[in-house]
Each structure stands twice: as structure tokens, then as C-alpha cells.
């Protein structure tokens, strides 16, 4: 049974940097699609970030194309969200989440997500 444990989330300053961790127990990661996706208080969750495992495609949302990068471990035990220029508007709980892959692509929407990690807490604030 694949597990996912996140890791790194704090209190960080706007403009600084964070790094997530989602690391995998049970089972690698190379036949699985990793996303990540957050939840403020009062929104809808949202996808940021995913990578395709088995193809190496990524894909980011609008809102963090250019400051958010996804990463993977060599082992494909571990999946990295880096952070840069972070905003208040990032300050939510971050969650990771791991379907099977079929396709070349990995997607943002949450349907079809198995196995979820218990999540990270970011707040970005002064």
C-alpha cells in the first residue's frame, strides 16, 4: 500500500522560498503520477503542480508557473515542490496525492487520486 508523508511547510516571509517534500513508502513512484495541490480556508482545493513519473512531463497552474518547481528523487521515492517568490496569497495547507499513469501527461484535477498525504501548512506572512 503506497503511503505519502509531506514535509518542509513553516512560516515563511513574502518573496522568500520553501521546499515541500513528498516522500513514498510501500512502493515506488515510477508508475505514478504525483500532484500537489493546496487548500485555503474557504477555497476549493487547487492543483498546483505534477509530474508524470513514468514519463517525466510536469505541469504547473497559472497561479505558480514560473515560482513553483516539481522535482523527483532519482530513487522516484521522493517528489520536491520548490518554492520561490512566495506570495500570501500561497499560504495554505499543502497536500500531495499519487494516481497511476497511463498517458504521457499528469493533470491538476484531483480526480482519480488514491493515495494522499496528510498534509504540510504553509503560511506566507510578514
Known amino acids: 500500500q503506497l503511503q505519502l508523508v509531506e514535509s518542509g511547510g513553516g512560516l515563511v516571509q513574502p518573496g522568500g522560498s520553501l521546499r515541500l517534500s513528498c516522500a513514498a513508502s510501500?512502493?515506488?513512484?515510477?508508475?505514478?503520477?504525483i500532484t500537489w495541490f493546496r487548500q485555503a480556508p474557504g477555497k476549493e482545493r487547487e492543483g498546483v503542480a505534477c509530474?508524470?513519473?513514468?514519463?517525466?512531463?510536469?505541469n504547473y497552474a497559472d497561479s505558480v508557473k514560473g515560482r513553483f518547481t516539481i522535482s523527483r528523487d532519482n530513487g522516484k521515492t521522493t517528489v520536491y515542490l520548490q518554492m520561490n517568490s512566495l506570495k500570501p496569497e500561497d499560504t495554505a495547507a499543502y497536500y500531495c496525492a499519487a494516481t497511476p499513469v497511463f498517458v504521457s501527461q499528469c493533470f491538476l484535477s484531483d480526480l482519480g487520486y488514491d493515495y494522499w498525504g496528510q498534509g504540510t501548512q504553509i503560511t506566507v506572512s510578514s
Open positions: 510501500g512502493s515506488t513512484l515510477n508508475y505514478y503520477a
Open positions: 509530474i508524470n513519473n513514468r514519463w517525466g512531463s510536469t
